[in-house]
C-alpha cells in the first residue's frame, strides 16, 4: 500500500507544455498590440501633419494653383497640390481645392486629405 502524494514526471511535462502555450499566445497578442500602438502614432502624427498643412495654405502660404512637397521629421513626405475648382463672376470668388497627402514608413502607407478653399479674385473693384 505506497501511496504516491506527488505529481507523475508525466504530469508535469504537459503542465509546462500548457503554460508554454498560453505564454507564447499572451506574447503575440502584447507584441502586436506595441506593433499597433506605433503604426496609430504614425498615423496620428501623419493627419496633424495634413491638417497643419491645410490650415496654413491660403493664411501662411498663397492660395495659387501649384504644387509644393517637403519632409518633416525625415520619415514623413507630404505633397500639396492646389487646383483651381470654380469661378464664379457673380460673387467674385474663386474655388480651389487642396489636396494634402503625407506618406511615410517602408510599406508605402499614405493619408490623403483634402479641402476646399475660397479666395476673392483679383480684378475685382
Known amino acids: 500500500m505506497n501511496k504516491n502524494k506527488g505529481f507523475s514526471l508525466l504530469e508535469i511535462l504537459v503542465a509546462f507544455n500548457i503554460m508554454a502555450m498560453a505564454l507564447s499566445v499572451c506574447l503575440a497578442i502584447f507584441s502586436q498590440g506595441v506593433n499597433n500602438a506605433g503604426v496609430s502614432e504614425n498615423y496620428t502624427l501623419a493627419t496633424q501633419l495634413a491638417e497643419s498643412i491645410l490650415a496654413s495654405t491660403g493664411i501662411e502660404t498663397a492660395l495659387e494653383p501649384g504644387q509644393t512637397d ?40 499614405q493619408l490623403l486629405l483634402t479641402e476646399l478653399k475660397t479666395r476673392p479674385q483679383d480684378n475685382v473693384l
Do not use: K, N, Q
Request: charged content about 20%.
Open 70 to 109: 517637403g519632409v518633416v521629421l525625415d520619415r514623413f513626405h507630404w505633397h500639396v497640390t492646389i487646383e483651381e475648382a470654380f469661378a464664379d463672376s457673380e460673387s467674385s470668388l474663386l474655388l480651389y481645392a487642396v489636396h494634402v497627402s503625407v506618406s511615410w514608413g517602408d510599406e508605402g502607407r
